[in-house]
């Protein structure tokens, strides 16, 4: 008797998925697809044959890494079969990388994206003096007592608040992220999100994006402070500074105060020794200015001046005395010479003289010889001849004789000789 195309499939499926209830299949990824309802399609293939495969969204959450094409994994699951359209498929339960564990996987996907992302640049500095830090850690966990430890015995001046979470588990990295958030809004100068050791499960919290987001948008500063110095998470490569341990993070952070107490007492004998090298530089300073105030002081200034004028006055007297001997001996010279002078002068006036009086002496009318000499005198007074006019009676006058006479008529003598008038 005939079957339905119907009942024919749900025979198939009955016997293949009672068959292949359980399988393990190795291949390589191919069209992934994460649909909206959170379901992922995919194909599983290798050189000879391929097979549907679908992942549901209750399984998928569970998924560490993402599939990539051409990705090797090995899947874990069983074959169900679809009677509307005869067609079957591996429903995975669990999804591995092959050659390397799921964790691995995802922490190096994740690590790439978020490096493509440039999560891991722009650094913050850490303050010098932090005087709050914020630590996001479990409140029962041995990391917050360490840190409390480091941080009291380093530097007691710093608050240490605490933003207790859990590290580890199911909602571990929401809560987290949440802590993270909190305490960028407390003010406080440098967060540490960490714990202690454990396994890469136990640390794994922090090797998700949402951690990883938290901390990149922090404005405060943040420390990564997780497990040991070999364990690196996702956490340790987004905060601004990476610690190996809590503790470490505490003396990364805080001051080493019996260092800085050293340090302080070193700069305060740097700090003496130069000030006093100022104040010694500043006293030869004063000394040599009081040197140049006296030295250009009024007093001094008077003084100076009065030396000055002294000098001057010396100098101008030097200079005076000095004209007046030069005059001196320029007048003794000039009355030498006017003397000279005077002299030759005098016995030339002399000469002369002697010379008039000797014609003097040959003209006196006593001692006249010369014939027919007489002196006219008209009016008591002698007359020169040509101011005797025709009728003047006048005298002639000789040594001798007088003589009275009148003039009868004048006439002018022509080309008459001087030696013939005489």
């Given at each position: 008797?005939?079957?339905?195309?119907?009942?024919?499939?749900?025979?198939?499926?009955?016997?293949l998925?009672?068959?292949?209830?359980?399988?393990?299949?190795?291949?390589?990824?191919?069209?992934p697809?994460?649909?909206?309802?959170?379901?992922?399609?995919?194909?599983?293939?290798?050189?000879?044959?391929?097979?549907?495969?679908?992942?549901?969204?209750?399984?998928?959450?569970?998924?560490?890494?993402?599939?990539?094409?051409?990705?090797?994994?090995?899947?874990?699951?069983?074959?169900?079969?679809?009677?509307?359209?005869?067609s079957?498929?591996?429903?995975?339960?669990?999804?591995?990388?092959?050659?390397?564990?799921?964790?691995?996987?995802?922490y190096?996907?994740?690590?790439?994206k978020?490096?493509?992302?440039?999560?891991?640049?722009?650094?913050?500095?850490?303050?010098?003096?932090?005087?709050?830090?914020?630590?996001?850690?479990?409140?029962?966990?041995?990391?917050?007592?360490?840190?409390?430890?480091?941080?009291?015995?380093?530097?007691?001046?710093?608050?240490?608040?605490?933003?207790?979470?859990?590290?580890?588990?199911?909602?571990?990295?929401?809560?987290?992220?949440?802590?993270?958030?909190?305490?960028?809004?407390?003010?406080?100068?440098?967060?540490?999100?960490?714990?202690?050791?454990?396994?890469?499960?136990?640390?794994?919290?922090?090797?998700?994006?949402?951690?990883?987001?938290?901390?990149?948008?922090?404005?405060?500063?943040?420390?990564?402070?997780?497990?040991?110095?070999?364990?690196?998470?996702?956490?340790?490569?987004?905060?601004?500074?990476?610690?190996?341990?809590?503790?470490?993070?505490?003396?990364?952070i805080?001051?080493?105060?019996?260092?800085?107490?050293?340090?302080?007492?070193?700069?305060?004998?740097?700090?003496?020794?130069?000030?006093?090298?100022?104040?010694?530089?500043?006293?030869?300073i004063?000394?040599?200015?009081?040197?140049?105030?006296?030295?250009?002081?009024?007093?001094?200034?008077?003084?100076?001046?009065?030396?000055?004028?002294?000098?001057?006055?010396?100098?101008?007297?030097?200079?005076?005395?000095?004209?007046?001997?030069?005059?001196?001996?320029?007048?003794?010279?000039?009355?030498?010479?006017?003397?000279?002078?005077?002299?030759?002068?005098?016995?030339?006036?002399?000469?002369?003289?002697?010379?008039?009086?000797n014609?003097?002496?040959?003209?006196?009318?006593?001692?006249?010889?010369?014939?027919?000499?007489?002196?006219?005198?008209?009016?008591?007074?002698?007359?020169?001849?040509?101011?005797?006019?025709?009728?003047?009676?006048?005298?002639?006058?000789?040594?001798?004789?007088?003589?009275?006479?009148k003039?009868?008529?004048?006439?002018?003598?022509?080309?008459?000789?001087?030696?013939?008038?005489?």
């Open positions: 008797m005939p079957v339905s195309v119907a009942e024919l499939n749900r025979q198939i499926g009955s016997l998925e009672s068959t292949f209830l359980h399988v393990r299949v190795e291949g390589e990824i191919s069209r697809t994460y649909h909206a309802s959170g379901h992922i399609y995919f194909t599983l293939k290798d050189n000879e044959s391929a097979i549907s495969c679908i992942m549901f969204k209750g399984n998928a959450k569970g998924l560490k890494f993402k599939l990539e094409e051409g990705s090797k994994v090995i899947a874990d699951g069983s074959v169900t079969v679809y009677v509307p359209r005869g079957y498929q591996l429903n995975c339960l669990h999804i591995e990388p092959f050659g390397v564990g799921a964790l691995a996987k995802a190096e996907q994740l690590k790439a978020l490096e493509k992302k440039g999560y891991f640049e722009n650094k913050k500095p850490l303050p010098r003096f932090p005087s709050a830090i914020a630590v996001v850690t479990s409140a029962s966990g041995a990391a917050w007592q360490d840190m409390l430890k480091v941080a009291d015995k380093r530097w007691p001046l710093t608050k240490l608040v605490l933003i207790p979470t859990l590290v580890q588990g199911e909602g571990a990295a929401a809560l987290i992220s949440q802590a993270i958030k909190k305490a960028d809004t407390l003010g406080c100068d440098v967060i540490v999100v960490g714990r202690g050791g454990g396994s890469v499960e136990d640390l794994w919290a922090f090797n998700e994006e949402s951690v990883a987001d938290a901390i990149y948008h922090a404005k405060t500063p943040v420390v990564s402070a997780v497990g040991h110095e070999i364990d690196y998470v996702i956490s340790d490569f987004v905060a601004d500074a990476r610690a190996p341990t809590p503790s470490a993070a505490m003396e990364m805080l001051p080493q105060q019996d260092e800085l107490k050293q340090s302080v007492d070193y700069m305060r004998s740097q700090v003496i020794e130069m000030f006093k090298k100022i104040f010694l530089q500043k006293e030869q004063l000394i040599h200015i009081n040197e140049l105030y006296k030295k250009n002081s009024f007093d001094a200034r008077i003084r100076f001046q009065l030396l000055e004028t002294a000098a001057l006055k010396k100098s101008l007297n030097a200079a005076f005395c000095n004209t007046l001997i030069s005059k001196e001996q320029n007048i003794k010279e000039f009355f030498l010479r006017f003397e000279n002078r005077s002299a030759q002068i005098l016995n030339l006036k002399e000469s002369i003289l002697k010379s008039f009086q014609s003097y002496v040959l003209k006196e009318p006593t001692k006249e010889s010369r014939e027919g000499f007489a002196q006219i005198v008209k009016n008591g007074k002698k007359t020169p001849l040509e101011e005797v006019n025709d009728g003047d009676e006048f005298e002639l006058q000789t040594p001798k004789t007088k003589l009275i006479a003039a009868l008529k004048k006439a002018a003598i022509q080309n008459l000789s001087k030696e013939d008038a005489f």
